[in-house]
């Protein structure tokens, strides 16, 4: 898996992604149904946000976008040292296997017992490093879904807070919130193209 | 004191205190020397945000803002029934005669026992109330701050978080930022011009 930063003749590969996982509406905020220049206003944000992609292939010479990624400072000013995140995962990948993404998936280049959710976590906390963030924030990780917060906790992220009913799922009704939190290691920014 | 929605014409009595709380770099997230206009940008939100002022009076029909609040939905779309406040309060005000605020000051609408900052920061809270928001998160109190997390419990808010290291203190070094919380009650929103 890939990666690297979008650009914006990305979005029609990215806008699939991001209504299948809003769709849901089990794993992030957006309103269900929200339409696709809404979501590109959302989701496309200038600097200082950085947006994403995690591709993989999909036959010889072919890529495919498999996840997305926000990454903004978390506050203004003096908190900017902060990257809050946000990561979207095709749903139809993540669901496949169970999470792991072996042979007959989209590549060769992912170990079959990796989940490709969390190849794209860890591409997006490396990214972040690299980028010179000390730090990665999740704010809203619904915590009714277990999966996602196992993965991050197996990321080395924690849940430093609660936020009681904050988010109205679509059939359990209002559920907490996690702020989920991790310290990055110093980052390698010379591989990457930053700009 | 009254807390009502700031008009657009109301900027040149809020930049005075948004630049007076900012400069001290003690109480929230920007940058000290922000400028003006990129101030003006970040405070004086479109829809669904609301900017708020409170104002006493300070002499015979004569009115001066002493504080100014911004509102707006702590996350889009599924967890837009949670407020996100953000509360500045004139420096000059808050540090007149150690939170009280007796005879002498700008008004006699204020009992003297009560501080300005208790005072805007209730009418904050009753206001996002009357709009319909189910409860208020402060997502950047500096726990350095002890006197500010000290008035946000006296007002049934909670610590639900703390973000390590979260602010750039300009005096304490990286300090770290709480997460704050309460529920409102329902709102009264007849009395008020909420458009």
């Known amino acids: 898996m890939r990666t690297r930063r979008a650009a914006e003749g990305d979005w029609p590969a990215i806008w699939p992604v991001w ?53 903004t400072p978390s506050q203004p000013g003096l908190g900017d040292h902060v990257a809050l995140a946000q990561l979207l995962v095709d749903p139809a990948v993540v669901n496949f296997g169970g999470g792991a993404f072996g042979p007959g998936g989209y590549g060769t280049d992912l170990a079959s017992s990796r989940g490709v959710g969390r190849a794209a976590a860890e591409g ?9 963030y000390r730090a990665m924030q ?28 904050a988010y109205r799922h679509p059939w359990h009704g209002d559920v907490d919130l996690y ?14 193209v930053l700009a």
């Open 179 to 192: 702020v989920m939190h991790r310290f990055l290691p110093p980052g390698n920014p010379a591989p990457r």
């Open 19 to 71: 209504e299948a996982v809003v769709a849901e509406g089990e794993t992030c905020m957006w309103a269900p149904g929200t339409d696709e220049q809404s979501a590109r206003g959302l989701w496309m944000l200038p600097a200082p946000a950085h947006v994403l992609v995690m591709e993989v292939e999909d036959g010889p010479g072919s890529t495919r976008i498999v996840a997305t990624a926000l990454l």
């Open 124 to 132: 997006m906390v490396d990214y972040a490093a690299d980028l010179g």
């Open 138 to 165: 999740l704010n809203s990780v619904v915590a009714a879904n277990t999966r996602l917060v196992a993965l991050w906790r197996s990321l080395a992220f924690r849940v430093i807070g609660t936020l009681p009913a």
